[in-house]
T-cell receptor, first 113, second 114 residues
Framework: GEDVEQSLFLSVREGDSSVINCTYTDSSSTYLYWYKQEPGAGLQLLTYIFSNMDMKQDQRLTVLLNKKDKHLSLRIADTQTGDSAIYFCAEILPTGGYNKLIFGAGTRLAVHP | NAGVTQTPKFRILKIGQSMTLQCTQDMNHNYMYWYRQDPGMGLKLIYYSVGAGITDKGEVPNGYNVSRSTTEDFPLRLELAAPSQTSVYFC?????????????FGQGTRLTVV
C-alpha cells in the first residue's frame, strides 16, 4: 500500500546536526520530497530527490536515499533555532491524472540552546 | 507575487452549517488541490483539479464539494458541517503533473466544527 512513516519528534542542541528519517512503502515513487512547515504557515518545499539518485546536497541540507530499504533522510548541518518547524517527508506516485503526493505525519524539530 | 492565498485563516462553524473555503493562485497553474491535515497525520487529498472546468475526487472527498470555473480560483464547499471536519485545510497548486514541479501551498484554514 501507500504509506510514509516518520518519527514525530526530534530535539537537538543548537549547532548540532539534525537527522530526520522517513520510510516509504511504494517502490514506484519517482520523486521524494522534504517540506517544512513553520507555525501558522503552509508547507514550503525544502528540497527533493529523484528516485535514481542516492544523495543530494544543498548548502546545510543533505538528503540521502536508500531505495533498496525505501529509506529517506534529511540532515541539517549546524542546526539553528530558525530551523525549528515540522518537517514532512512526501513521495509522489505516478498516476495518469495528477501528482499523487503521499505525506508522512511530520517530524517536529525542536532546537534548544 | 502572492502565490496561493486562502481565506479565511480561522473559522468556527456549528454542526450543520455550511461554508466555502476560498483559494486563489496568481501563478497561472493548471493543477490545484485541497488537502486536510489532522493532528499527528499527514496531509490527505480531498479534491483536485487539472484545469478550469475539471475536478475529481481525492482520497477523502465525502462531505465536500469543489468547483473550478477559472484557472485562478478553486473554492472548497462544506454543505453540512460535522465535527469530523474539524481540521486544518490547505490549498496547493502546481504548474504541471511531473514530479519535478514544486507544489505551492497556501497558509491554511483552521476550521473547528462544534
Amino acid at each position: 500500500g501507500e504509506d510514509v512513516e516518520q518519527s514525530l519528534f526530534l530535539s537537538v542542541r543548537e549547532g548540532d546536526s539534525s537527522v530526520i528519517n522517513c520510510t516509504y512503502t511504494d517502490s514506484s515513487s519517482t520523486y521524494l520530497y522534504w517540506y517544512k512547515q513553520e507555525p501558522g504557515a503552509g508547507l514550503q518545499l525544502l528540497t527533493y530527490i529523484f528516485s535514481n539518485m542516492d544523495m543530494k546536497q544543498d548548502q546545510r541540507l543533505t538528503v540521502l536515499l536508500n531505495k533498496k530499504d525505501k529509506h529517506l533522510s534529511l540532515r541539517i548541518a549546524d542546526t539553528q533555532t530558525g530551523d525549528s518547524a515540522i518537517y514532512f517527508c512526501a513521495e509522489i506516485l505516478p498516476t495518469g491524472g495528477y501528482n499523487k503526493l503521499i505525506f508522512g505525519a511530520g517530524t517536529r524539530l525542536a532546537v534548544h540552546p | 507575487n502572492a502565490g496561493v492565498t486562502q481565506t479565511p485563516k480561522f473559522r468556527i462553524l456549528k454542526i450543520g452549517q455550511s461554508m466555502t473555503l476560498q483559494c486563489t493562485q496568481d501563478m497561472n497553474h493548471n493543477y490545484m488541490y485541497w488537502y486536510r491535515q489532522d493532528p499527528g497525520m499527514g496531509l490527505k487529498l480531498i479534491y483536485y483539479s487539472v484545469g478550469a472546468g475539471i475536478t475529481d475526487k481525492g482520497e477523502v472527498p465525502n462531505g465536500y464539494n469543489v468547483s473550478r470555473s477559472t484557472t485562478e480560483d478553486f473554492p472548497l464547499r462544506l454543505e453540512l458541517a460535522a465535527p469530523s471536519q474539524t481540521s486544518v485545510y490547505f490549498c496547493a497548486s502546481t504548474a504541471g503533473h511531473t514530479g519535478d514541479t514544486e507544489a505551492f501551498f497556501g497558509q491554511g484554514t483552521r476550521l473547528t466544527v462544534v
